[in-house]
T-cell receptor, first 114, second 112 residues
Framework: SQQGEEDPQALSIQEGENATMNCSYK?????LQWYRQNSGRGLVHLIL?????REKHSGRLRVTLDTSKKSSSLLITASRAADTASYFC??????????????FGTGTLLAVQP | EAQVTQNPRYLITVTGKKLTVTCSQN?????MSWYRQDPGLGLRQIYY???????DKGDVPEGYKVSRKEKRNFPLILESPSPNQTSLYFC???????????FGNGTRLTVT
């Protein structure tokens, strides 16, 4: 079953505005990752936040993690038309042993209007 | 350039005709995985491999086979494809531990 659920399913904003996407998950995690997918293409890793971290930045991206609420948010500041894509959160379950298994949500489709 | 290469990019076939989708990575990653992506369902894991000759089922393995004879290659085999396997398929690889995954560009499969 899907662990990550993104909200909203779709988001349309104007260039220059900020975009915020949320992700909720169900079980204990080792880390949470955000990926971007341009239409029909492969996913590209954006940022990874570990379970003991609360906030992380990378360029125009800001990710927060609240393990007590089992939720994360991705903020894209000063959006550009090129940010138009689907964004997925993926959780790495906190199983014993080293595994790269990720459980993906259903994604948020972001459209940035020029 | 570090990459995951899938072939073919598009594939149209008929029910029951065996097919193989190839996947190769050049990053010496031990972990490789196959996902399928369907509208409204996100990405679901089909099979994964932790190393050569070590494979295991993901969440939706029915109707699929995999093999891992070499570290760099992880083909996905559909012995008898059915229309419900029409989907967008992604191969991914990852380094040790719970590190990020690198994805191929996808194979869009249509089974008629």
């Amino acid at each position: 079953s899907q662990q990550g659920e993104e909200d909203p399913q779709a988001l349309s904003i104007q260039e220059g505005e900020n975009a915020t996407m949320n992700c909720s998950y169900k079980t204990s995690i080792n880390n949470l990752q955000w990926y971007r997918q341009n239409s029909g293409r492969g996913l590209v890793h954006l940022i990874l936040i570990r379970s003991n971290e609360r906030e992380k930045h990378s360029g125009r991206l800001r990710v927060t993690l609240d393990t007590s609420k089992k939720s994360s948010s991705l903020l894209i500041t000063a959006s550009r038309a090129a940010d138009t894509a689907s964004y997925f959160c993926a959780t790495a379950p906190n199983y014993g042993g080293a595994t790269n298994k990720l459980i993906f949500g259903t994604g948020t489709l972001l459209a940035v209007q020029p | 350039e570090a990459q995951v290469t899938q072939n073919p990019r598009y594939l149209i076939t008929v029910t029951g005709k065996k097919l193989t989708v190839t996947c190769s990575q050049n990053m010496n990653h031990e972990y490789m995985s196959w996902y399928r992506q369907d509208p409204g369902l996100g990405l679901r894991q089909i099979y994964y491999s932790m190393n050569v000759e070590v494979t295991d089922k993901g969440d939706v393995p029915e109707g699929y086979k995999v093999s891992r004879k070499e570290k760099r290659n992880f083909p996905l085999i559909l012995e008898s494809p059915s229309p419900n396997q029409t989907s967008l398929y992604f191969c991914a690889s990852g380094g040790q531990g719970r590190s990020p995954l690198h994805f191929g560009n996808g194979t869009r499969l249509t089974v008629t």
